[in-house]
């Protein structure tokens, strides 16, 4: 019964090569996100999706373009894998109103180890 | 640009003693003032946050002081326990702005 749930959990693969995360949330909120977690535990946001449409898109390479199928789903795909995309990707979910009511619920995250 | 500045970045404190982490800010136009805790393996999780019109929320053993001219607050763990063993990040922002600016974080240890 998650209610933010990212798939893999886990992902290595090549430099070069291409991967998708996935990630659902089933608590019926409007607005999605994903935040890198660096190896020090910094956390910045990457994007922000609120009913499909992108409201936030931080500083990321264009080789990362999420894709908001409808306002349950929000997944990341990522071209030509650098060494330096090696992080924790987490997902997260809210609803666009004052944050006292609706804080964000993360997901359990994505390590991805690129080698 | 450094927005937010969390200390100290790495805590251990005895089981049964009071863990404190401090927030500091730039931005004045913020509003909501939370901690999120973040287990490993785990995503962050809201724990606990202040509006700016209080200085003071308790729930339970946590505590957040805020202190509104000095652009601080603080997250106070009273009777600190191993199961508080964690990594802790305060997350200002504008109300209701889905942009959250996270700390750098603070790895508590709780030791028995």
């Known amino acids: 019964d998650t209610a933010v749930s990212q798939t893999p959990k886990y992902l290595v693969t090549q430099m070069g090569n291409d991967k998708s995360i996935k990630c659902e949330q089933n608590?019926?909120?409007?607005?999605m996100y994903w935040y890198k977690q660096d190896s020090k535990k910094f956390l910045k946001i990457m994007f922000s999706y609120n009913n499909k449409e992108l409201i936030i898109n931080e500083t990321v390479p264009n080789r990362f373009s999420p894709k908001s199928p409808d306002k349950a789903h929000l997944n990341l795909h990522i071209n030509s894998l650098e060494l330096g995309d090696s992080a924790v990707y987490f997902c997260?979910?809210?609803?666009?109103?004052?944050?006292?009511?609706?804080?964000?619920?993360f997901g359990n995250g994505t390590r991805l180890t690129v080698t | 640009q450094q927005q937010v500045k969390q200390s100290p970045q790495s805590l251990i404190v005895q089981k049964g003693g009071i863990s404190i982490i401090n927030c500091a800010y730039e931005n004045t136009a913020f509003d909501y003032f939370p901690w999120y805790q973040q287990f490993p393996g785990k995503g962050p999780a809201l724990l606990i946050a202040i509006r700016p019109d209080v200085s003071e929320k308790k729930e339970g053993r946590f505590t957040i002081s805020f202190n509104k001219s000095a652009k601080q607050f603080s997250l106070h763990i009273m009777d600190s326990q191993p199961g508080d063993s964690a990594t802790y990040f305060c997350a200002p922002s504008v109300d209701g702005n889905e942009k959250l600016t996270f700390g750098t974080g603070t790895r508590l240890t709780i030791i028995p």
């Open positions: 997260a979910s809210s609803r666009r109103e004052s944050s006292y009511n609706s804080p964000l619920h």
């Open positions: 608590l019926g909120h409007d607005t």
